[in-house]
């Protein structure tokens, strides 16, 4: 049984019809690991074609994304663009899914001993692709369980202050609300804009707020209401020519955007792979650079806690769920197969144009920065007049697309947002819209 080589299978086509695929997929306990492994390499097989046909074409829509889209698993018809909650999975990902759950049911002294080796060419293959070294790198739950290591361990006493934006997740306001209520650290809310103008005007709004008390800013680098792209990197450099940490929530940011730890500078970076990678639930990723990891404790500690080197330390979380951190690396392997640059070429340009059309609209206000370095897929917008909710029905109703309502009535952040992953097309986009205006026409 070769399981450690699953793409050593050259095959021409994708080996089976949908229809047959779904067979599989019902009668997955009795899937043999050898049919597994001859369906992604058919998978990967058709991405290094289409990349070759296609390799000097950028293919804005059409035959290229149309062929990707076929290697995710979606109810017939349904347009997934709320992925920013949770996103679907490419097939590559549920094979190995079923492939390692199969294996850890039915011999799991076999699992035992084979885990641990693939688990580390997970974190590997992980390092890689967000530019940071595989001792940097913990292989999470999710980002609400990487920031909670983080402010868990960092040692701060009564009075050291924390900066947060006005925009945060609770995942990343309510860890610092326990630290502030057990130890006494003090909060600090910082206004961000709906949108900031440049990031000057980001980085300047933390800047005034910084005192000689300040000592961890921790803010999203995805921000979930607004879809503002932080400016970490020169909010980093603005940081810690202060000796101050950056913490950063980037939720949505692996598999979304062509991510580089060592360019980004940043001090701790979690995220859900979960939303844009195409990877299960229950696996998440942080980040701890290198020069950082003395001054972070291990929350959870079992064996390796004081001993391991590295990341390693930071997840001596006993047995775990290892078909998922395995189906992980094959969530990588699938983008890498297309490449992270051109897919996140594909979603700005997607969300780009869905802003151009949605400005035609009258009345329409956009909570999303145009700039393409302070945003990316999600895209948010209001409509005076016009009741948000009535709008995530109709696209729902009429064409099956998934959108959903973020932010507060109150705190005037209420929006619709919209992701715009590789597998949502241009016409999707267009059908969108045209709910949009026609439920803005009747206002
Ligand atoms: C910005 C942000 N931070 C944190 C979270 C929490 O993510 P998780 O549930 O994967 O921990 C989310 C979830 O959508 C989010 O959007």
């Given amino acids: ?224 209401i607004s879809g503002l792209i932080s400016p970490v990197k020169e909010l980093c450099q603005m940081a810690h020519d202060k000796g101050i940490l950056v913490l950063a929530d980037s939720a949505h940011g692996i598999g979304m955007l062509d991510l580089n730890m060592k360019e980004l500078g940043v001090d701790f970076f979690a995220t859900s792979p979960y939303k844009w990678l195409g990877a299960s639930t229950g696996v998440g990723v942080l980040y701890v650079r290198k020069e950082v990891q003395d001054k972070l404790w291990p929350t959870i500690a079992s064996s390796g806690w004081n001993t391991n080197e590295g990341a390693r330390k930071f997840e001596t979380l006993g047995q775990r769920a290892d078909a998922l951190m395995i189906a992980l690396g094959e969530a990588v392997d699938f983008q890498d197969a297309i490449g ?28 999303t920065s145009e700039d393409p370095y302070l945003s990316g897929g999600l895209t948010a917008f209001s409509i005076a007049g016009v009741e948000l909710q009535k709008i995530v029905d109709y696209v729902r109703e009429k064409y099956n697309i998934v959108v959903r309502t973020v932010g507060s009535k109150e705190k005037g952040t209420y929006g619709i947002r919209v992701s715009t992953p590789i597998y949502v097309s241009f016409n999707h986009v267009d059908m969108f819209v045209k709910g949009v205006r026609y439920l803005t026409s009747r206002r």
């Fill in 340 to 367: 992270k640059q051109r897919i996140e070429r594909r979603i700005k340009s997607l969300a780009g144009y869905l802003k151009q059309e949605l400005k035609k609209i009258p009345g329409v206000k956009l909570h």
């Fill in 1 to 224: 049984m070769d399981i450690n080589n699953p793409k050593g299978i050259l095959i021409h086509s994708d080996g089976l019809s949908r229809r047959d695929f779904v067979k599989y997929l019902l009668a997955g306990s009795t899937l043999s690991v050898a049919a597994l492994n001859k369906l992604n390499a058919a998978v990967y097989q058709s991405i290094t074609s289409l990349n070759q046909k296609y390799i000097k074409d950028e293919s804005p829509d059409g035959i290229y994304w149309d062929a990707l889209q076929k290697h995710f698993l979606f109810q017939d018809g349904i347009v997934m663009m709320n992925n920013g909650t949770i996103g679907p999975m490419p097939k590559p990902v549920f094979n190995t899914l079923i492939k390692i759950f199969k294996l850890q049911v039915t011999n799991p002294y076999d699992c035992y001993n084979f885990i641990p080796g693939k688990k580390e060419e997970v974190r590997t293959k992980l390092a890689k692709f967000i530019g940071a070294s595989p001792e940097e790198v913990v292989i999470t739950r999710n980002t609400t369980e990487g920031i909670n290591f983080v402010v868990n361990g960092l040692d701060l006493k009564e009075g050291d202050e924390v900066l947060l934006s006005n925009m945060e997740h609770p995942g990343g306001i309510c860890p610092w609300e326990l630290k502030a209520k057990r130890y006494g650290v003090i909060i600090k809310e910082v206004e961000i804009g709906l949108p900031p103008k440049s990031t000057e005007e980001f980085v300047d709004s933390f800047r005034k707020a910084i005192t000689p008390k300040t000592k961890v800013i921790s803010i999203s680098h995805t921000v979930y």
